[in-house]
């Protein structure tokens, strides 16, 4: 029996590696819903040849032309918000989160809704409304399968049947582009160069947040929520290779890690495929080949947003909904040229040091503050003449 797929942002780096999957095993899956948000050419060329059920665009004004792009097939189409909900209620197996930011949220709360798995990569939403995700997934029974290549790794090697023997979790991080740059280095790095990750072909907004070490911060409070570990249980140290996606350390001295070469097809694999595998287009690791992995404690001198990180986790509430949303208009600024990559990461601070802690019960109020914290931080950035 084909395994029924929904494939929320299709059209993205991690939603075309799922599809490459998709069509190197025949028969193996059927898709339901794609979505994207403006590559609509793509995501009509992805729904006709995967004979999709629905197609989705979150922008309301490209329905027509989705419509029009999709004339003469039986596929279904939706635009808007909303319409990204009905796609992950819509009857499936499995959905795959692979849009990027907050917008991540809703939709992946109607998928728990309606009883689905939920292979999730879109980190925003776990960093953001982790608690209220992992408590509703509880509730409901349903399996949240990491994607995210250093959680999908300690999913693997995590034996939650022997979670009081677990010491610490050890994410790795490539330490991006600059890792060998010194601080004045980085003072006048281009676009160009923080988007050239040595490792992972990925988004324009997760390879900036690589160079900035912001994302390694995300993914420890994505650690933090899926895996029900504190901010002192969970190490981040700079491996340039890529090669251990994450550890496990057990109190026997027993220390479990995943290992592969870099390549998010492998987790993927594994997200959808769980508690099973699938063989996949990856290059085979040939440790001899590779000769030594190297291991360097991360400078937080030249990389803050990780010990800024740290902080946010330790202080919850609202301060990770706030490091997310903030950083997401920071590096967009960057992004359009308005700043320099060596002011994303003090900026974010200074917008953490006016944030007021609460409690939030509901994904709309999570919503509702992470609109108010793009609102200040874009305000902010008009003041410091941006
Ligand atoms: N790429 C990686 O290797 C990698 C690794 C680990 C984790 N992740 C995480 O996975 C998520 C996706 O990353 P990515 O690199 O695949 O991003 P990406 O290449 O930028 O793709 C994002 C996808 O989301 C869609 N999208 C963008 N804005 C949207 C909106 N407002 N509403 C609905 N859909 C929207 C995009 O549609 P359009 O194409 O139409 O814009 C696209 O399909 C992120 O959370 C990232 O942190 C990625």
Known sequence: MAKKITILGSTGSIGTNAIKLINSHPGKFEVQALTASKNIQLLAEQAKSLNAKLAVTSEEHLYLELKELLSG????????????????????????????????????????????????????????????????????????????????????????????????????????????????????????????????????????????????????????????FPEDKIDIIIHPESIIHGMVHYNDGSVLAQLGCPDMITPISYALEWPNRIATTANKLSLTKLGQLTFIEPDLQKFPSVRIAREVLRQGGVYPIAFNATNEIIVQAFLAGKLKFIEIVPLIERMLNSVKNQELTSIEEVLSYDQEVRRITTDLLEKVNI
Not at 129 to 157: C, M, R, W, Y
Not at 167 to 183: D, N, Q, V, W
Not at 187 to 213: F, Y
Request: proline share 3%; net charge negative.
């Open 73 to 228: 097939t039986n596929i279904k189409v939706a635009a808007g918000q909303e319409a990204l909900e009905e796609a992950a209620s819509m009857q499936t197996d499995i959905v795959l989160n692979a849009v990027v930011g907050t917008v991540g949220l809703r939709p992946t709360m109607a998928a728990i809704n309606a009883g689905h798995d939920i292979a999730i990569a879109n980190k925003e939403t776990i960093v953001c409304g982790g608690k209220l995700i992992t408590e509703a997934a509880k509730q409901k029974n349903i399996h949240i399968l990491p994607v995210d290549s250093e959680h999908n790794a300690l999913f693997q090697v995590l034996n939650e049947a022997q979670r009081d023997s677990i010491e610490k979790l050890t994410l790795t991080a490539s330490g991006g582009p600059f890792l060998r740059h010194s601080y004045d280095d980085m003072q006048n790095v281009t676009i160009e160069q923080a988007l050239a990750h040595p490792n992972w072909k990925m988004g324009p907004k997760v390879t900036i947040d690589s160079a900035t070490m912001v994302n390694k911060g995300l993914e420890l409070i994505e650690a933090h929520f899926l895996f029900d």
